[in-house]
């Protein structure tokens, strides 16, 4: 069954530096999403993605944020300067088309020292 | 603010009963409902999304919605120590981002 494929799990960064965090949506689904969950927290919407460009972001998601599909199959959540609050895990989520339910990667944990 | 709320458990039930969970949400616009479930440490695994009013079915697994009283309810028989997991409700606002917004997930014990 395909899958949502995400790397690394486990990134662990110096507060400051930046990150870029992949995920490879499945091949045939048009809609891109991340999602974050600090520990002990529930799952938070960040930002989602279709057609090239972001359909709509989170109070979460600000400057520090970005995302990007530079290729067919690639998916990117790249946080620059990282905070100690921003550890936790990141989810990417894809889904085929309307009223499709998305399918989440395995997620991958961040860890800001 | 649109919350979907969930009892954090922990639920105990025991092995072969039925376990039910609910989940209750602030949107009367929301249109769509998902079960994900998650084990510790692991990302969310759809377990069954239901739209219409009523029950839906898939082998162990029952959904329930009640759009007139904003209700959602998953419904485990023949409860297995495998389900033991956290189950998290996620509901759609509207059909051109579908956004899932979650509640705080129920903690479900098995009990042998």
């Known amino acids: 069954e395909p899958e949502v494929t995400q790397t690394p799990s486990h990134q662990v960064t110096q507060m400051g530096q930046e990150v870029i965090l992949r995920c490879v949506p499945i091949?045939?689904?048009?809609?891109f999403y991340w999602y974050r969950q600090i520990l002990g927290q529930k799952v938070e919407f960040l930002v989602s993605?279709?057609?090239?460009?972001?359909?709509?972001k989170s109070e979460i998601f600000d400057d520090q944020f970005s995302v990007e599909r530079p290729d067919g199959s690639n998916f990117t959540l790249k946080i620059r300067s990282t905070k100690l609050e921003d550890s936790a895990m990141y989810f990417c989520?894809?889904?085929?088309?309307?009223?499709?339910?998305?399918?989440f990667g395995d997620g991958t944990r961040l860890s800001i020292l | 603010q649109k919350e979907v709320e969930q009892n954090s458990g922990p639920l105990s039930v025991p092995e072969g009963a039925i376990a039910s969970l609910n989940c209750t949400y602030s949107?009367?616009?929301?249109?769509?409902f998902f079960w994900y479930r998650q084990y510790s440490g692991k990302s969310p695994e759809l377990i069954m999304f239901?739209?219409?009013?009523g029950d839906k079915e898939d082998g162990r697994f029952t959904a329930q919605l009640n759009k007139a009283s904003q209700y959602v309810s998953l419904l485990i028989r023949d409860s297995q120590p495998s389900d033991s997991a956290t189950y998290l409700c996620?509901?759609?606002?509207?059909?051109?981002?579908?956004?899932?917004?979650f509640g705080t997930g129920t903690r479900l014990t098995i009990i042998p």
């Open positions: 989520a894809s889904r085929q088309g309307a009223r499709q339910p998305q399918h």
């Open positions: 993605f279709y057609n090239n460009e972001i359909s709509e």
């Open positions: 091949s045939n689904h048009l809609y």
């Open positions: 949107d009367r616009g929301s249109q769509s």
């Open positions: 996620a509901a759609i606002s509207n059909f051109g981002n579908e956004k899932l917004t």
């Open positions: 239901i739209y219409s009013n």
